[in-house]
Every structure is written in structure tokens, then in C-alpha cells.
């Protein structure tokens, strides 16, 4: 049983090969660069291919019985637009089950899944906690977290929860036709996770929410395009409630409560010390 996993060197893909290795699955990852996927362990097959370009796949899905799909792509995380063809590939080359990395909210590639024929479930988590990463730089030098809206609460799930059910939902199947939003046990504002960063660091770390005049001028002295501050401050601006609610989706794939942020925090905490 080969299964074929897309994305697989970004922070949730290489979490998603671990699982199914430790299952005792035979991996192919998917790459657009085979050069870059070095890291990767030497029993991992490595095949090169493009999603937004359906031609480059049929070597990666020979033989594959089982798919893990990202369904986003390049660095802007623009949606997968060849969703048709790629279904049509899947069920030509025999893939039989199929895990989605994307919200379905009915766009192409989510109305070529559905009539697929597929045994197939959308995973979507809300946020995760390795996001919180990007802060480590400043948290080491300066002991702060700045950033605008800081009321927004989202129930950010441990990536390696998220990769945990995608491989059971490969390995095992369950959960078809089923949509799983993928949460922590809680939802959390980012002063609440810079208190936990500093309860695991034993640092006093501080959070200084920044209005939107401020927040602007800090990301243009740091080279960020115009419209890439418009985009982030418009998004946080127009955060929706729904990513502040706590969903069963772990508990219900792996019997087991979800990670919390603070269990998170203690196990990166090197990443946040000085």
C-alpha cells in the first residue's frame, strides 16, 4: 500500500510522512523540487511533480492507493485549480481513498472530490500552533509580542494532532464524505499564548497590542509589500467567530483529547528562550 502525500516537505507534511511510517506504510512524497526534499527519510520515495500541472503526476500516482492532497498552492496558498483532471487521474490510477488539506467551501477542487468516487474527507484546521513560531525571533531578543487585534481568540490546533489524523484517516479510513475542522482544546488570544510561552520558557515575556497605524509602519520597516499589510490587517480585522470554536475532530479520529497550547509550548520552548 503506497500512499502518495503532497506537501510533504512543508511543517505539516514531513509530520504526516512520520505517521504513516510509523504505521509501516510505504511513502511517496510529492515535491515540484525532488533536490530540496533531502530531509526526508532515505525509505521515503521521492517523486517530482507539480499539482497545477496534472501532466507532471502520473508517475506519483501509479500505484498509490491512497492520497494525501494539499489543496493550495505556491506561496501564496492560491486554491487548487485542477481539481477535474486530478480526480480523474486519481480514480485512473486506482487511489482509492483520499484526505484533503483544505476548508470546502465549494470551489472547484471541493466539487471535483465530491464527485469523485472517492472515499474522501476534507481536513481543515482552523490555525496551527506552529504558526506561533514566527514570533521566536523577537520573543529571544526582545521578550515581546507586538501585533494588532489582539482580542481575536482562534482554537489553534498542534500540528502534529492535525498530521495524526490525517495519517489514521489514510491508514484506517473512517469519517468518508465528512468535513473535520481540526482545533486545540481551547481558543486562546495571543496574550493568552504569550503567558503560556513564558510559564514554559520561565521568562517575562509581554504582549503590546499595536493599532493599525503602528502595525503598518512596523511591516513596511520591515519590507513587507503594500499589499501584503492591507491583506493582514483586513484579515484580522475581519476574523469570523467561527475560528474561536473548539471542535471534537481529534477526539473523534484518534480517542484522545487534542494537545493543548501550553503541552505545545513546553515542547518549543527552547525555540523562545534567549
Known amino acids: 500500500m503506497t500512499i502518495l502525500v503532497t506537501g510533504a516537505t512543508g511543517t505539516l507534511g514531513r509530520r504526516v510522512v512520520e505517521g504513516l511510517r510509523r504505521e509501516g506504510r510505504k511513502v511517496r512524497a510529492l515535491t515540484r523540487t525532488p533536490a530540496g526534499a533531502n530531509g526526508l527519510p532515505g525509505d521515503v520515495e ?3 511533480g507539480d499539482l497545477t500541472d496534472p501532466g507532471t503526476l502520473e508517475a506519483a500516482l501509479d500505484g498509490a492507493s491512497a492520497v494525501h492532497l494539499l489543496g493550495t498552492t505556491g506561496y501564496d496558498h492560491a486554491p487548487l485549480r485542477t481539481g477535474t ?6 480514480a485512473a490510477a486506482g487511489v482509492r481513498r483520499l484526505t484533503v488539506l483544505a476548508p470546502d ?3 472547484e477542487l471541493e466539487r471535483a472530490v465530491r ?4 472515499e474522501w474527507t476534507f481536513v481543515w484546521p482552523i490555525d496551527l500552533m506552529a504558526n506561533t ?11 515581546e509580542v507586538r501585533e494588532p487585534y489582539g482580542g481575536r481568540r482562534t482554537a489553534s490546533a498542534d500540528e502534529a494532532d492535525v498530521a495524526d489524523v490525517i495519517a489514521e484517516l ?3 479510513g473512517g469519517h468518508a464524505g465528512r468535513r473535520l475542522v481540526v482545533t486545540g482544546p481551547e481558543a486562546l488570544t495571543p496574550a493568552d499564548k504569550v503567558a503560556a510561552l513564558a510559564a514554559a520558557t520561565g521568562r517575562e515575556l509581554r504582549f503590546t497590542e499595536l493599532t493599525d497605524g503602528e502595525a503598518r509602519h512596523r511591516w513596511r520597516a520591515e519590507g513587507w509589500p503594500e499589499e501584503g499589510i492591507d491583506f493582514m490587517l483586513h484579515m484580522w480585522a475581519t476574523v469570523p467567530a467561527s475560528v474561536a470554536e473548539v471542535t471534537p475532530a481529534v477526539e473523534e479520529v ?7 497550547f501550553a503541552q505545545w509550548a513546553t515542547a518549543h520552548a527552547a525555540a523562545f528562550r534567549a
Do not use: F, I, K, N
Open 115 to 118: 464527485a469523485s468516487g472517492l
Open 46 to 48: 521521492v517523486a517530482g
Open 254 to 260: 484518534l480517542g484522545r483529547p487534542p494537545r493543548s
Open 170 to 172: 489514510l491508514v484506517r
Open 85 to 90: 483532471q486530478l480526480m480523474a487521474m486519481a
Open 105 to 107: 467551501e465549494g470551489g
Open 133 to 143: 513560531l514566527g514570533w521566536a525571533d523577537t520573543v529571544r531578543a526582545t521578550a
